[in-house]
């Protein structure tokens, strides 16, 4: 047994000690290394590499807050970061905004973006407005398009099916772009064309699907990010009331883990390419691949364009074992159930009301 000596105390001591000053510059430098990272990041924030891109005019509606105007300029990409924005012009923004049309560039600095909306320096052209409601298809949108001053409707169609305008998300070799459109409301400069029209809706689209993390939700259901998208519009086509759009993403889910048909109207109409208020047992008999009455799985592509709240359910569905879902109140809503003869039920019920 060895016995310790005060020599040997006091020199264990002095070599842990010397210690301590190392480990405190060595968190030191750590620390300045994250708040340089931080700082680098800001500033790419605040003035982007790469230089302004092209022209956009945007719309300061009356009573738009700080926040507001932030999330809208970084839809189009004008500036990449709301976030910032807010705390910049807290710092560095002036006490209000003039409502007005402001012509801008994308990728544009925040500096440049608050002296011309600080300065009230509307543009005296009036945009054309574009406004894509949720869940239309393709060729709908490009009706609308179409009804802009300058604007072709087939022109249009043409370039979002001759693969010069690609989404992110989109397979590799596709060239359709269904789905893959946001709907939003757009101010449009008098000089975009259709070509400059469809990358806006497909930027503006990835971008919100990039924020929602599309691709990581897309691994976690062992999907991929496009399977992901063409869930979100059958629930864009499917839910009348938004609180059903969470259980029915839930449906889905469930039924392709499954595996059963999902078996949704939607994509009947989809593939019978019309509207119908009542769809018919004949009509469940149509071949075609979009028909989820007679195929395995997804359709092979979206139906419609999905909106932010679609999107968001199928990347977060509601929790619940439900398989089944029917239209149960005269607003739309459904009533959702886990057994086929509680869905029969439901269905009787709904039945005997008048429902449908």
Known sequence: MSVLTPYDLDHDYDREGSRWPWVLLGGLVAVLLVLLAAFLWVRNQVNPPGGPGDEV????????????????????????????????????????????????????????VLDVLGGGAASTETPD?????????????????????????????????????????????????????????????????????????????????????VSSAAARFNMTPYELIVLASLVEREARVPEDRGPIARVIHNRLAVPMRLQIDATVLYALGEHKDVVLFADLEVQHPYNTYQIDGLPPGPIASPGRA???????????????????????????????????????????????
């Open 57 to 112: 005019v945007v719309r300061v509606e009356p009573g738009m807050s700080v926040n507001e105007i932030g999330e809208m300029l970084a839809d189009i990409g004008v500036i990449s970061n709301s976030t910032v924005w807010r705390f910049y012009v807290r710092l560095n923004g002036p006490d209000a905004v003039e409502a007005g049309e402001y012509t801008l560039r994308r990728n544009e600095s925040m500096g440049r």
């Open 129 to 213: 407005v574009l406004t894509i409601p949720e869940g239309l298809t393709l060729p709908q949108i490009a009706d609308i398009v179409g009804e802009l001053p300058g604007r072709s409707r087939d022109r249009f169609l043409e370039v979002a099916s001759s693969g010069q305008v690609r989404s992110q998300y989109q397979p590799p070799g596709s060239t359709n772009l269904e789905g893959l459109m946001l709907p939003e409301t757009y101010f449009l400069a008098r000089d975009e064309d259709e070509t400059a029209i469809a990358r806006r809706l497909v930027e503006s689209f990835d971008r919100l699907a990039s924020s929602l993390d």
């Open 310 to 356: 679609s999107l968001e359910a199928a990347v977060s569905p509601d929790v619940g074992r439900w398989l089944y879902y029917v239209k149960y109140e005269e607003n739309g809503k459904h009533a959702f159930a886990v057994t086929l003869d509680e869905h029969n039920r439901l269905v009787a019920d709904a039945r005997s009301r008048g429902v449908f």
